[in-house]
């Protein structure tokens, strides 16, 4: 076996490592995200559990490349920085958008997502928290809840 298939092979064992001990976790994939935002209200403004910050965009994941972040903080609109809220239709919008695309990982590579990539909610660069699930609280607010990965 050369290095290059040694290493496809330990890439794999690990994979599968990962994916097992996060079948065992209340973490959302990506398509669960996206079904779970068409049962939202669509006018709905969209807050965390944890911050006052707006949801923001989607990147690779920090903590792993392969999953994807869904950023909080700073926004943009037509490059144009906003305080304006998120709706639950734009969220969807840019998370339908997500599957099938390839963003690059934070210190380079190409990853590919889909809807079974693993959600988090992280700043760029920084680790984060596991998105488990996504509640209309009324009053005409969704919040994406969240919880620590305490592995």
């Known amino acids: 076996m050369d290095n290059s298939a040694f290493g496809d092979f330990l890439m794999a064992a690990v994979d599968k490592e990962i994916a097992a001990e996060f079948a065992q976790k209340p973490i959302k994939v ?16 969209v807050k965390l559990d944890f ?7 989607f990147n690779s994941y920090r903590g792993y ?6 950023e909080y903080g700073d926004r943009y609109v037509n490059g144009k920085p ?20 390839t963003f690059t990982g ?13 959600m ?10 596991m998105l ?5 609280e009324g ?3 969704t919040r994406i809840i969240t919880q620590e990965d305490d592995d």
Do not use: H
Not at 51 to 57: G, I, K
Not at 65 to 70: G, N, S, V
């Open 106 to 118: 934070y210190k380079g590579g190409d990853f590919p997502m889909s809807r079974k990539t693993l």
């Open 82 to 101: 906003t305080n304006e809220p998120v709706t639950v239709a734009e969220l969807l919008s840019r998370a339908q958008l997500c599957d099938g695309r």
């Open 132 to 136: 488990t699930d996504i509640k209309d």
């Open 30 to 45: 990506l398509g669960e995200v996206i079904l779970m935002l068409e049962t939202q209200p669509q006018g709905n403004v």
């Open 65 to 70: 490349y392969k999953d994807l972040a869904m």
């Open 51 to 57: 911050t006052e910050d707006t949801p923001a965009d």
């Open 139 to 141: 009053d005409g607010v």
């Open 120 to 129: 988090w909610v992280a700043q760029y660069g920084m680790t984060g928290r």
